[in-house]
T-cell receptor, first 113, second 113 residues
Framework: QQQVKQSPQSLIVQKGGIPIINCAYENTAFDYFPWYQQFPGKGPALLIA?????SEKKEGRFTISFNKSAKQFSLHIMDSQPGDSATYFCAASGETSGSRLTFGEGTQLTVNP | KAGVTQTPRYLIKTRGQQVTLSCSPI?????VSWYQQTPGQGLQFLFE???????NKGNFPGRFSGRQFSNSRSEMNVSTLELGDSALYLC????????????FGPGTRLLVL
């Protein structure tokens, strides 16, 4: 029940395309859902996060869509650029789990020029 | 403000040895979490420390331990190293306990031969 399932495992898009990465969770105690971006040799960097009381959040070219009833959330990257090529992780945490994050498996995104 | 720093960045050890990794959180952050990242298991939570006390622990054997000092710096120790302990060990800091917004360091790459 602690798992977060992420898909796809890898994704290739052309510059300007809109890659979409999906995550699903089971634990209804989760109430915080961040997305992290990781470049090779670096630690994950927080991109954007959402709570279940909103269905969508935008920050720059990054948008999270959240479906509480389906227990799913997704990341959309508008006008993707080659510099967005990285591994993306969704994660979740709950009020009773401290700062502990449960991560999805990761999606390796490649944006071709 | 300086980010999370981790030392050393790279380590090579042999089976049976022990290793100590260090993490300095962002100035003013009092909570430190540790994660293990491997290609097969992804990002997995090890433990969280706040006010020099372990507040949360993941599903890892007792060979994995940690501590936090009064200045919030943290160390993790792995005893009797196994080949499967080869991984990127990431430290993340947050302002307080139960604070979901976490900032990751660059990690320590451990190779066990």
């Amino acid at each position: 029940q602690q798992q977060v399932k992420q898909s796809p495992q890898s994704l290739i898009v052309q510059k300007g395309g809109i890659p979409i990465i999906n995550c699903a969770y089971e634990n209804t105690a989760f109430d915080y859902f961040p997305w992290y971006q990781q470049f090779p040799g670096k630690g994950p960097a927080l991109l954007i996060a959402i709570r279940p009381d909103v269905s969508e959040k935008k920050e720059g070219r990054f948008t999270i869509s959240f479906n509480k009833s389906a227990k799913q959330f997704s990341l959309h990257i508008m006008d993707s650029q080659p510099g967005d090529s990285a591994t993306y992780f969704c994660a979740a945490s709950g009020e009773t789990s401290g700062s502990r994050l449960t991560f999805g498996e990761g999606t390796q995104l490649t944006v071709n020029p | 403000k300086a980010g999370v720093t981790q030392t050393p960045r790279y380590l090579i050890k042999t089976r049976g040895q022990q290793v100590t990794l260090s993490c300095s959180p962002i100035s003013g952050h009092r909570s430190v979490s540790w994660y293990q990242q491997t290609p097969g298991q992804g990002l997995q939570f090890l433990f969280e420390y706040f006010s020099e006390t372990q507040r949360n622990k993941g599903n890892f054997p007792g060979r994995f331990s940690g501590r936090q000092f009064s200045n919030s710096r943290s160390e993790m120790n792995v005893s009797t190293l196994e080949l499967g302990d080869s991984a990127l060990y990431l430290c993340a800091s947050s302002l307080n306990f139960n604070q979901e917004t976490q900032y990751f360091g660059p990690g320590t790459r451990l190779l066990v031969l």
